[in-house]
C-alpha cells in the first residue's frame, strides 16, 4: 500500500519516524502503553528489532549500539524507566556516538500499571533533554528531531509518551524510508569519555552543565516549540497530549506549546509572559513545568486548579477552571459494577490459585495475567509491588517472622518476570539461607502484554525461534536443592507438591508448567456437563474462579451452569465436585467447527 | 442526531467487553471517515481488554480536532455492545446526543447472579435498543456483532457507502470480509428503517448488500426488523 496519508498511533507513529530516521538498532521490553513500538519496528528490515530481557538490558544494548556508530533506540514503559535508570544517568555522563532516543510511556490514571509515576522528572534528574509530542504527526517528526538532536548535543534524548497519545490514532503524513540501508560508522577509543572512572566522570559533569545551557538556547529557536498568539487575556503553557485538550477548552486562548520541555525555552517563555495577560499552565500529574517557570520570576496559576491524580479531559479541565478548585476525578455511574478483567476459561492459573487458595499461607506476587489471583474468588495474593518483587519479599518476610513463618511463605512469580528480574533475588533467597516456597508458573511467554518472546521460550522479536531457557536448570546452577515440576491440570498433585515443598526445610521451587492457552489453544475434546439431579449447590466448582462456570437457579439451590462457548474443557471444576455432579462429556467435530465462528463471549439471562 | 454532517465535530464513544471488537469496529469507523476526506483522531481504552475486562473507544470526525478524546458531557453518540457497558458510558453523552445499544447483558462480575434490578438510567430518553446479538445469532455468525452495530451507526452518518466498504476491505482478513460485509449492512438496513419510522420520513437510500457466496455456516438472512416493536425499548 502506497498511501501518504495513513491513520497510525502515537506508537506506530513513533516506530515510523525512527525508521525513516535510520534507526538501526532497536531494542525493548514489552509493557503497556508502548509495547507496539517495537513491535512496528520488528515489521521494518532495516531494523534490527529486539525484545530484551529487561529494561536495563535493553537500555545497554541500544547504548552499545549507540557507541559503536549506528542510531539506536530503546522503549519501555514508565516503570521500566526505573529498571533502567542506572545506564541512563551514566549514559548522559558518557554522552553517545551515532543518535541514541529513549522512548518512556507514562501511564496517567493507571490503566494498566501498579503507579502513575512522572517519568519527566527523569530528565531533569539525569539531565538529558526531553521531548513531548501532542499528536502521531508530532510523534512522528520529533523522533528524527531527536537523533538530530542526539548526535548534535552528543546526549541521549528522551521521548516522554503518554496512554493517550500511544493509543491514539491520528492522521500521519509519512515519508520515504531511508535511500541507503543505515549503517554504522564505528567505534572509536576515547578513555576520557567511554571510561566512568571517577576522575572522568569530574570532567564530564562539567561538560554536562554546558551542554544544558546551549539546550536551553537551542530550545528557544525550536520551531516545535510554537507561540500562538490569539486572545491575550488567557495565556496558556502546555505540552503533550494537554495540549490537545487545553485547545479544545479554550479555543481562543492564547498558547504557548512546547514540545521540548527540558531544558525550557526560557527566552520564550519571558517572551509569551509578556504578550498575555494571565498565565495558566496546563499538564498532567506533577507541576513539572510550573515549579521551573515559578523558579523564572513569573506568576502563574496551574495545580492549585489542574488535578494532579489521574489523566486530564478538556472536560476536566473546565470544570477545574471554572469552577476554581480541585474536581474529584470522574466517574460513572457508579449503580453498575466495574468490569474487573478475568483469568481465561481454562487457564493453569485457575488450577493453580485454587489449590492455593486451599494451603492458608502468605504469598507474595508479582507482575503478570497471574496478578489476577488476588482478587474473587481465590484472593490467593497478598502483595504485588513490581517486577520481580515475589521473591525478595518472601525472603524479607520470613526473615522478619522467624521460625513461625517456616512453611508459611510463598513467592509466585512468572517465567518472563522471573528471568526480567526474580532470578537474581533467588539467588539471594540460596545465598542467605532462606525458607521460602517459589512457584515458577511457567507459560513460555509473556502472556500480558500479548504474547510476545522472551529467552525463556526463544523466540525473537524478530519471529525465530531459539534454544530457550531451561528453568529447572538454572534454578538448580543457583543451589535450589528440592525442585519439582506440577501439572496445574491437576489440583490434586499440585496441592500435595506445594505442600511437600512448604514443608521442605530451606529454600524450593515449584515450577508448574502449561502454554499459555492464547499461544497454543486446547484442542477441544471435551466439556464439562452438570447432571443436575446430583448437585447439591455446594459451591465448591465456583472456587475455580472459571469465566465459563456461570450460576443459576435450581429450584432453591444454586447450581453451575456451564457456558459451552467458553468452556475448554480442562476439567478443574469437574476435579473440585465432591458429589460428580459436574462430568467431561465428548464434544461432536460440528460443534468445533462451529465454535471457530461464535464469539466466546459470556451470556447471562436478561435481568429484566 | 438526524444528519450528522451538520454536527461536525462528531464524537462517537464505542463501548463493549473484551472480544466484542471494539477496537476494530472504531478502528473500520475511522479508516471510513478517513477515505471519505475527513479529520479523524481515535482513541481507546485496552489494556486489559483480552480478560473479559471493559474496552472502549473513542472517534472523532471532523474538520478541525485537537483533542483525541472527551469527557463527561462531550460525547454526541455512544455505539454499545453491552448493556451495562453502554449504561456505564452515559454520563459522557451531551444532553441531545443518542446511545445506540445492542440488547446483550452481561453482568460484570459474574461470580454474583443476575440480579433482578436494573439501574435507573436504564430509561433513558437517548438510548436506543437494537437486537444485534439475536440476530447475529440467528445468522449464525454472533462474532459479527460488532459490525451489525457498526452498520447501525453507519445509517446515521453522512459518510458513503463506498468509502465503508472500501474500510471494511482495507481492515478485514479475506476470511471473514464476506461475513461482516453482509452484517454491517444488515444493520444499516434495520437502522435506516428506525430512522425513518422516527422522523416519519422515509428511509435515506442505503446501498442494498452485495450479492455475496455466504460462508456454510450462514444459515439464515437477517430479516428486516419491524419498527416500533421490541427493539425499541426495553422488553
Known sequence: MSRSRLLLSGNQAVARGAMEAGVMVATAYPGTPCTEILESLSTYSSVKAMWSTNEKVAYEVALGAAFAGARAMVSMKHVGLNVAADPLFSSVYTGINGGLVVVVGDDPSANSSQNEQDSRHYARAAKLPMLEASDSQEAYELMKHAFDMSERFDTPVLMRMTTRLCHSKTVVNIGEPPAVPPKATGFVRDFDKYVLLPRQAIQRHAIIENRLEALAEFSDDSAYNRMELRDRSLGIITSGVPYCYAREAFPNASVLKLAQTYPLPKDLIHKFAAEVERILIIEELDPFLEEQIKAMGIKVHGKEWIPRVGELTPERILHSVEKLSPQPQEKGDTTIAARAPRICAGCQYLGVYTAIARLGVRVTGDIGCYTLGSLEPWNAIDSVVCMGASIGTALGMEKALGEESHGKVLAIIGDGTLLHSGITSLMDLVYNQGHCTVLIMDNSTTAMTGLQGHPGNGTTAKGLAGPGVNIEKLVQAIGVEWIRVANPYDLEQTESILREALAHPGPSVVISRAPCLLLKPKTLVQQAHLKEEACTGCGECFKVGCVAIERQDLGGKIAPKINLDLCVGCTLCVQTCPEEALAPKAVTPELVEIRQWKMPLPITPLPY | ?235
Request: glycine share 10%; aromatic share 6%; hydrophobic share 45%.
Open chain 2, 1 to 235: 442526531m438526524e444528519d450528522a454532517v451538520t454536527n461536525y465535530p462528531l464524537t462517537v464513544l464505542i463501548a463493549g467487553m473484551g472480544g466484542q471488537g471494539v477496537v476494530l469496529a472504531g478502528d473500520t469507523l475511522a479508516e471510513a471517515a478517513l477515505l471519505a476526506g475527513l479529520n479523524v483522531k481515535k482513541s481507546e481504552i485496552h489494556g486489559l481488554s483480552r480478560r473479559f475486562g471493559s474496552v472502549s473507544c473513542q472517534v472523532r470526525i471532523g474538520r478541525d480536532l485537537y483533542s483525541p478524546l472527551r469527557g463527561h458531557g462531550g460525547v454526541s453518540t455512544i455505539l454499545s455492545f453491552e448493556g451495562y457497558e453502554g449504561l456505564k458510558h452515559l454520563p459522557f453523552l451531551q444532553t441531545d446526543g443518542v446511545a445506540l445499544m445492542n440488547r446483550l447483558w452481561s453482568k460484570p462480575g459474574a461470580l454474583t447472579p443476575a440480579e433482578a434490578t436494573a439501574p435507573s438510567c436504564v430509561n433513558d430518553k437517548r438510548i436506543e435498543w437494537f437486537e444485534g446479538t439475536a440476530l447475529t445469532h440467528q445468522a449464525e455468525c454472533p462474532r459479527s456483532l460488532n459490525f451489525f452495530m457498526l452498520g447501525v451507526l453507519s445509517a446515521r452518518l453522512s459518510i458513503d457507502a463506498g468509502a465503508w466498504h472500501e474500510a471494511l476491505e482495507n481492515l478485514l482478513s479475506k476470511r471473514s470480509l464476506d461475513v461482516n460485509r453482509e452484517m454491517f449492512s444488515a444493520g444499516r438496513r434495520v437502522a435506516a428503517a428506525h430512522v425513518a419510522a422516527l422522523t416519519g420520513r422515509p428511509a435515506p437510500a442505503v446501498s442494498a448488500p452485495r450479492a455475496v457466496p455466504r460462508p456454510a455456516l450462514i444459515k439464515h438472512r437477517v430479516t428486516e426488523q419491524p419498527v416500533g416493536t421490541a427493539a425499541n425499548g426495553v422488553g
